[in-house]
């Protein structure tokens, strides 16, 4: 009965840490102070916090003994909730001049509401935009279907990022309460190099650093990118086998320099609905894995930076590759199939 009991007042103690927004580091850290020794080992904590997450968080005899809550009181939050959907606990116990805890459960066990955060998405987009995204992904789908049973060769992809000299790490160790540090976001003025990247399943093709004090433009994105690519792929290209080189709609990419260059290459542009990074593959995976893998590091130059990225990307295997066409094939279908929205 002990242990039984211990464990009911370990699952009251991380659902209100919870239902007050602290993480999960977090309430390990304070159940570690306040239970001591009887703490629950953390994998519990990050259990218990899966069921909260999933709605399936039960209280077990605790919560079926405790008796009912007044009915005003739970109105009170709820007229309360209506008036000001944002509101915070804190301010919900102001609003409806309710205790906190008794807020709480009445959001909690008997409104059965739960925080639903905002979803950032790029663009807001019109109904002409979904419509646009549906219709292109189509396109693009048929494409990669038709090269999926020779894993997808003969299509190129790629895109320019930022990659800042900087690459700090978003935690760091400090001592239990300790303060969470405050970490500026990268700014104009900030020490940045633009990395061009494009790659295939065969490998990266080309990994590019924009000198400093030059901006990318049509020459630039035909010089350094597609005469390279187009070079390297006429040996390989057929009347019934063209290569399609597939890239986002940024001005570079759209501009009349660019568009005469693809007619007389052997490349042939694949279509990209407008304000779609979700379905770009180095937006919706490669750029990701690749800061993330920056972390930790400075750099001193243009040609630091680009070292350093080009030794992340030449470790990525061809399994590593033909898993991202695949995803972005995935990805391709479930839009093909929705109303247009951001996946």
Known sequence: MASEEA???DRWLV??????????????????????????????????????????????RRQQSRPGMDPEKIWA??????????ASLRM??????????????????????????????????????????????GEMLKILKQRAKYNYAGIITGDETWVSYQNEYDWTWGEKGS???????????????????????DGMHVIDALPNGQTINSAYFVSKILSPLDKYFKTIAKPHFPIYVHFDNAAPHKAKHTVDFLRN????????????????????????SLKQKLKGQTFHSHHDALKAVQQVLSSL???????????????????????????
């Open 317 to 343: 295997t061809a399994q590593d590759r033909i898993n991202i066409f695949r995803n972005w094939e995935e990805r391709l279908e479930r839009l093909a199939d929705s109303d247009g929205g951001y996946l």
């Open 7 to 9: 464990a009911r007042i």
């Open 179 to 201: 303060s969470r540090q405050e970490k500026a976001r990268l700014t104009i003025a900030s020490k940045k190099v633009l990395i061009s990247v494009f790659f295939s399943v």
């Open 92 to 137: 919900l116990s102001i609003l409806s001049g309710i205790n906190r805890r008794a807020v709480t459960i009445a959001i909690h066990d008997y409104l059965h509401l739960t925080r639903i955060h905002s979803k950032w998405i790029p663009h807001e987009l019109s109904d002409q935009n979904k419509t646009d995204r549906v219709r292109l992904a």
């Open 265 to 288: 290459s052997c490349l042939t542009g694949m279509p990209h609905p407008p304000y779609s990074p979700d379905v770009a593959p180095c937006d919706f995976s490669l750029f990701g």
């Open 15 to 60: 659902y209100h840490e919870w239902i007050n927004g602290a993480e999960t580091a977090d309430i390990i850290a304070r159940l570690e102070v306040s239970r001591g020794k009887d703490a629950p080992h953390p994998s519990t904590v990050y259990r218990y916090v899966q069921e909260l997450e999933k709605e399936t968080f039960a209280f077990e």
């Open 77 to 86: 939050v709820e007229e309360a909730v209506e008036e000001h959907k944002s």
